[in-house]
């Protein structure tokens, strides 16, 4: 399942104003619009913080030693169980075995925002010295991060970050992959499927949240900057991926010679897939973000997905670990920390697999790379 | 018109379309009587109780209660009338204990709040089995535990309480055995002191001559006759009930 | 002189059936376990305690409104989807006007579903199970509807204070809250007419019909019931993260059921108790706490708590079933 969780649509004249909240309504707005005057390549955090790779994040050995000696304690509070979360758990874990941080405590908050509240206060009766998370709406989860905020938990935070919440003060940094390079990397790898021309469909996320519409505007840019001969001819956006299907059949109505489609994440591009599949249609192309089993078969077996491209979720795991070692060390945290996007194709499924998710394919996928030695067509 | 019968029934008539379930029938039951309606499979029996109840109306013809005119449209008509029906299935609360069962639907309270006198129901209900002489192991027992006899003796209980009129009741011992149709029989031999009416269905031509006073013969809806339990016998009663005279050189054997 | 005999002689208690106290047994001992073997990590500390009656209270007043749902023979399906939209219709109406407003818009939408089902099942002779199961349908897609999947926050302290955040002389109120429903479901349930009647109803609808009990009226008032404490738990949780989200409750339906049902309450009705629902919710909620304490991985917590819920469930309903 998709790590996504969508921000919340805002409406400045109801809502408490924060300089934060104009700021990425702004900046939303613009990058929604794909305005090229103020044209963003480079990723920007929720509050329009600059990125940092997770490279940059490391602890020297006297460092690690340091928190060795303070022996403290992670808790993991989730918002889902997942391929995806499984991997991130598998990096922090690494990072965590080598400073001597003990995970106390993992919880599942099945996508209910209630029940991410009670896992906090659940959590904190261990008094985790830091909390590793993925909160679930902005709005719900201010008060769920309360107390572990007010009693000084040092917080990192994946994709999302809670309402009003200050970097620095409140949690330490938030963590989430290369949002421009995820789109980018889309478009080049459907351009170079493409031989760098054709009629292509733009499937958006239609919501606003900074993580979709930076890797959803990246992939725009990318196309209308880079490849001339391309075209973006329909745009269709979907806020509720079981949707997917029926977007994906009125486009293609609507679009009877379309060449390839971008989807936003892989769970629509599951039901993108299936409209596909029962038009009969093997001739278009898809390129979506994210690993699933369904969108990596379909590649395997040479069908329409032609790439994805996946976050490396072991490696945002591991930024996440060792921001929280800056934190307990009260080193300076960077506000915004970026993961690399990896772009995956029949080529390098296997290993893409085990490069992002920490794992290896599912035996379904393995089976059929085997059966279909090479590529059913062309355009590779 | 204290000496008018509890239940009095002229030319009753009843049809469901084009088929006649009950032709002419008339019958007085008087207090502290018991009557017995017999007649073999589809002669009428349940659809003259079910008249009598209020569930289903009369095409035609009179029913008086104590001398007064009735009509009723519904079930709960004859219940305010003071009639009492004890059905084959016993209408119990299997999962609920003998003292709310006989207050259902009339539970007693006490205080502004409404809150139920449990233990005035439980006392009410203990001194009414005592009266009855039905032998429960305590008014508390849930319903499920008791045996048949015993719940049939709730049953009749219940509707002996509530009862002001008359108290109807189909085959009160079809399912028991022998102990209990016996201990069944004396409680509904006992109710005749409460100056109550009571008309029972029963198929047993043994149990209507040791508990009736009269007997009321039907056959496929026309009303054969009324007799006087001392004065006839089984013989008479079962070539009633069939339509075939009885052969004089073959005594009729028992039936249960 | 056997154990059975001697057991039931012991006043009060050995009265109870054992479906009746199968919960408290496996809570005490739920308890204890958990007492002993987290006794480092924080399990005992007066903030996880209350903690874990804090997080289960929606769930506590939504099980007690579907012991009386059950105790009448129907059951409500549909009560995830109102409390999402009781919580999103109050956080809306809040926002443009003020919270008694919204409380009651709340209140009011889960009573309107309530009557819905209701009908249905009356008038149109419809199965509870299956016209629940549809509105619950449908219900979501509302709570979906509604705000167009956004989230609406809320802000009105006196609401926050009252229905989720706040506390009364040190004791928080939802803490008070369930205390509350408890006592008032309690009341209801065992010491007046209406109880009595629910439970006549679900134990033989034709008894209690020619007894002279309106079976429809009851049938119709009970589902309002029901659906009204599913609103009641949207208004507690709204207070409790202040903000509704078209989420909320999904999840809750069938902790709601296993907490009626582990408490004593039979799925087909006739029997019932509205205080081992309540402990019944306490006891789930003090699973899931527990399991995480202990540190266990997701997957292991889930399967732990399934398994302790089979069992539990499997003493519950050691009663015979009853006779057709």
């Known amino acids: 399942m998709s790590h996504l969780v969508p921000y919340p649509k805002l409406r400045p004249k109801k809502l408490m104003l924060s300089k934060h909240y104009f700021l990425t309504a702004a900046l939303g707005a613009i990058v929604v619009l794909g305005n090229s005057n103020l044209a963003v390549a480079q990723t920007m955090g929720p509050n329009g913080e600059a990125a940092t790779p997770s490279s940059a994040l490391t602890l020297t050995d006297a460092e690690v030693a340091k928190l060795k000696e303070g022996k403290y304690s992670a808790a993991l509070v989730w918002h889902t169980s997942s391929d995806f979360i499984s991997a991130v758990t ?187 599949r029962s038009a009969g249609n093997t001739k278009v192309k898809i390129v979506t973000l994210d690993l699933s089993e369904p969108i990596a078969l379909d590649m395997a077996r040479g069908g329409n997905v032609t790439a994805i491209v996946a976050d490396q979720a072991f490696e945002l795991g591991r930024a996440m670990a060792i921001a929280a070692g800056y934190g307990l060390l009260g080193k300076n945290a960077p506000a915004f920390t970026v993961a690399p996007a990896l772009t995956i194709t029949r080529e390098n499924l296997a290993e893409g697999y085990r490069e992002s998710l920490n794992r290896e394919p599912p035996q379904s996928v393995l089976d059929a790379l085997q059966a279909n030695q090479a590529p059913s067509r062309g355009g590779h | 018109m204290s000496t008018a019968p509890a239940l009095s029934l002229r030319n009753l008539h009843k049809s469901f379309g084009g088929i006649v379930a009950v032709e002419n029938l008339s019958l007085d039951v008087s207090r502290g009587e018991i009557v017995a309606l017999v007649g073999d499979n589809g002669a009428g029996k349940s659809t003259v109780v079910k008249i009598i109840a209020g569930i289903h109306q009369p095409s035609s013809g009179e029913m008086r209660l104590g001398g007064e005119l009735v009509h009723f449209i519904n079930a709960s008509q004859s219940q305010a009338k003071g009639v009492q029906v004890v059905y084959q299935d016993l209408a119990l609360a299997e999962s609920q204990p003998v003292y709310m069962n006989l207050f259902l639907a009339r539970e007693k309270t006490k205080g502004w709040f409404g809150k139920l006198d449990r233990a005035g129901m439980i006392a009410e209900t203990e001194e009414l089995m005592r009266e009855l002489n039905v032998r429960i192991p305590s008014a508390k027992s849930t319903v499920r535990k008791l045996s048949g006899g015993q719940r049939q003796a709730v049953a009749i209980a219940r509707a002996t309480h509530w009862a002001t009129n008359l108290v109807l009741m189909d085959e009160p011992t079809a399912a028991l055995g022998v102990t209990e149709t016996c201990k069944v029989e004396d409680i509904i031999a006992g109710l005749k002191e409460r100056n109550l009416a009571i008309l029972i269905v029963s198929h047993s031509l043994d149990q209507v001559f040791r508990l009736s006073d009269h007997i009321c013969v039907l056959r496929r809806g026309k009303q054969i006759g009324v007799r006087q339990t001392k004065q006839t016998d089984k013989n008479e009663i079962v070539s009633m009930i069939t339509g075939l005279k009885a052969s004089s050189r073959r005594p009729m054997t028992n039936d249960k | 002189m056997s154990v059975h005999s001697t057991f039931r002689r012991i006043p009060v208690v050995g009265q109870l059936e054992p479906s009746t106290y199968v919960v408290y047994v496996g809570f005490l001992l739920i308890f204890a376990v958990f007492a002993v073997l987290l006794r480092d990590q924080g399990f005992l500390t007066v903030s996880n305690l209350l903690n874990i009656v804090q997080e289960t209270t929606p769930v506590t007043v939504m099980a007690i409104g579907m012991v009386f749902v059950l105790s009448a023979g129907e059951i409500d399906l549909s009560i995830g989807s109102v409390v999402a939209i009781a919580a999103l219709l109050a956080a809306v109406v809040m926002r443009a006007h003020n919270w008694t407003l919204g409380v009651a818009a709340g209140l009011g939408a889960g009573a309107l579903v309530g009557l819905i089902n209701g009908a249905l099942v009356v008038y149109a002779r419809l199965p509870s199970f299956l016209v629940t199961l549809a509105t619950m349908g449908l219900l979501a897609g509302v709570a979906r509807w509604m705000t167009n999947l956004q989230s609406v926050p809320v802000i009105d302290t006196t609401f926050t204070n009252l229905f989720g955040s706040g506390s009364l002389f040190g004791i928080p109120s939802l803490v008070i809250w369930t205390a509350l429903a408890g006592f008032l479901g309690h009341y209801v349930y065992r010491e007046t007419r209406f109880g009595a009647r629910v439970l006549a109803t679900g134990d033989n609808p034709h008894a209690a019909r020619a007894a002279g009990i309106k079976v429809d009226r009851l049938r119709l008032k009970v589902l309002i019931l029901g659906s009204t404490c599913a609103a009641l738990a949207g208004l507690l949780y709204l207070g409790r993260i202040q903000g509704a989200r078209y989420t909320l409750g999904e999840t809750d339906l069938l902790t709601v059921i296993a907490a009626a049902v582990v408490g004593g309450t039979r799925i087909d009705g006739g029997t019932g108790t509205v205080l081992g629902a309540l402990i019944g919710s306490l006891l789930m909620g003090m699973l899931n706490n527990g399991l995480i304490l202990t540190g266990l991985a997701v997957s292991e917590q889930m399967m732990v708590r399934g398994f302790i819920i089979l069992v539990a469930i499997a003493l519950t309903l050691r009663e015979p079933h009853r006779a057709p």
């Open chain 1, 90 to 276: 598998a990096g922090t874990i690494h990072e965590f075995d080598r400073a001597g941080i003990k995970v106390v405590a993992t919880t599942d908050a099945g996508f209910d925002s209630a029940r991410q509240l009670s896992d906090v206060e659940t959590v904190m009766a261990k008094s985790p010295s830091v909390i590793l998370a993925l909160p679930l709406d902005p709005i719900g989860s201010a008060k769920a991060f309360q107390a572990a905020k007010e009693k000084g938990v040092k917080l990192v935070f994946l994709s999302n970050v809670p309402a009003g919440y200050r970097q620095g003060v409140d949690y330490v940094s938030v963590v989430t992959d290369d949002l421009f390079q995820m789109g980018k990397q889309a478009a080049d790898a459907l351009a170079k499927s493409l031989l760098n021309q054709g009629k292509v469909a733009w499937i958006f996320h239609d919501a606003q949240y900074y993580v979709t519409n930076q890797r959803d505007n990246a992939f725009r840019r990318t196309i209308e900057n880079d490849y001339k001969d391309m075209s973006i001819v329909a745009s269709q956006g979907i806020s509720d991926p079981a949707r997917a299907e029926d977007v994906a059949h009125a486009l293609l109505t609507k679009n009877p010679d379309l060449d390839g489609i971008y989807v936003t994440w892989a769970e629509p591009a599951e039901g993108v897939l299936a409209a596909l």
